[in-house]
């Protein structure tokens, strides 16, 4: 059984051992570690699985327009490989968007798979007159409204805090 919590400060390096196993190259780790010292509010859980902890999922607040609505980004998410295709990161997903409404988050952006976000009711951001910072496919831009027609009159380039230029 997972169990998805707020991450904890003794959460630090199993966090960052996630996100070196799931990618590539430590970017999105040490993304983590900027966006923990300087984003706020944020939201970072992780799913703990066979007594370890097996993913992890951070929100922060994004910009539009250089205003700063009641948004959050989703980014990024990691399972460890081993515990990859069980529903841990769908779970992370769910509770991660319950935990953004919790902080008064009324909508969320990810910039993701195409196919997987959809599921949770994120749709093309710009049908909400949103578009990206970042030069990428229509269909992998995304929004989703936690609070039904928060999105209406915000429109504009999302803007993701600056610790994403380095990835």
Do not use: K
């Not at 993913?55 to 250089?66: A, E, K, Q, Y």
């Amino acid at each position: 059984m997972t169990e998805i919590r707020r991450e904890r400060a003794a959460d630090v390096d199993a966090v960052r051992a996630v996100h070196v196993a799931a990618f590539a190259t430590p970017a999105e780790a040490n993304l983590v570690d900027a966006l923990r010292a300087g984003a706020a509010p944020l939201v970072s859980l992780v799913a703990c699985a066979d007594d370890a902890i097996a993913g992890h999922i951070m929100f922060s607040p994004v910009t539009v327009g250089g205003e700063h609505p009641a948004m959050m980004g989703l980014a990024p998410v990691a399972v460890v490989p081993s515990h990859q295709r069980q529903g841990i990161g769908a779970a992370l997903v769910r509770e991660g968007l319950a935990a953004c409404r919790r902080v008064g988050a009324a909508a969320v952006v990810v910039l993701g798979h195409a196919a997987y976000y959809p599921r949770f009711g994120f749709v093309p951001a710009s049908r909400f007159g949103l578009g990206c910072e970042y030069d990428v496919p229509d269909d992998v831009f995304m929004a989703l409204e936690l609070d039904a027609g928060s999105l209406r009159g915000v429109s504009g380039t999302v803007r993701y805090h600056p610790a994403f230029a380095n990835l």
